[in-house]
């Protein structure tokens, strides 16, 4: 009965320290205070906003109850430049995905074991994993959707380096490939067409080549692209030809994705043991064994008891 009670007035006091923290963020409004102190009227005409821009405007000053740790900022900016969200309020609808997730999953979590009959604590254990789940949940979904990302530029690499190989070769510069690159895989591969675009706008904003480059291998953070990257430095700085370099790697990654493919077909055998053995050998048995285990019971133990 204790637990009960405690569980209850826990319950009770967040929601109302919830609800007043989001009433007094949002639907108390400075403009009626100054309008009664100044006497005048301060007029406003707003446009109506589309559902999800007024979704992420919650989450936005949702996020803005949070403490901003500089540091933590700093990881999880990087982990949202990865995952392709690079607008400035990204890490806002973040930090308010955070609160409402948090908030939201501990009620619904009570809705579901209200009417339990499991014991107290465990009703309070499974409110607190669900709270930390909600508040924890929205960096996975970061860390996966960089992770889904970094993917697509793996898998769209190899033919953007074999088009670069063509462009270079048939006469245009390093930018001039970038940019055409960027042109032509935007429908195949739109993640590393992306990734080329940027690079070509710093580029032409003034900035240097090495350091364009280099910012293009600290975004996406995918080592064949660092690999790529500083192929591209090197044969700058040296003097080296840009179209030999480019083929040189282009033909390292053809052996390296080869000697990928050999690995993991080398590792099959052994990643079927565990299948092979829980799913397949047990109804092998059945039908081998089966009829010969069925007779034995039928025939030979009758034999045996009868003499």
Known sequence: MTWTVLFSFLLFLGIVIGFTVI???FWIKPKEAIERVSGVTLETHEQPAHPSLVFRDMLERLGAILPENPKDMTVMQRKLVRAGYRKDNAIKVVYGSKVACAVLFPVLMTLAVSHSTAEPANKLMGIIASAAAGFFGPNEWVKRAGARRQKGIQKGLSN?????VVCVESGLGLDQAIMQVAKDLETAHPEISEEFA??????????RRIDALRNLADRTGVSDLKKLVAVLIQADRFGTGIAQSLRGHAEFMRVQARQIAEEKAAKLGVKLV???????????????VGPV????IRELIPMMQSI
Do not use: H, Q, W, Y
């Open 23 to 25: 009433g007094l963020r």
């Open 274 to 288: 565990f299948p092979i053995f829980f799913c397949i050998l047990p109804s092998l048995f059945v039908v081998t």
């Open 293 to 296: 285990a069925m007779k034995i």
């Open 198 to 207: 940027l690079v070509n706008m710093e580029i032409k904003a003034g900035k």
């Open 160 to 164: 953007a380096l074999d088009l670069m």
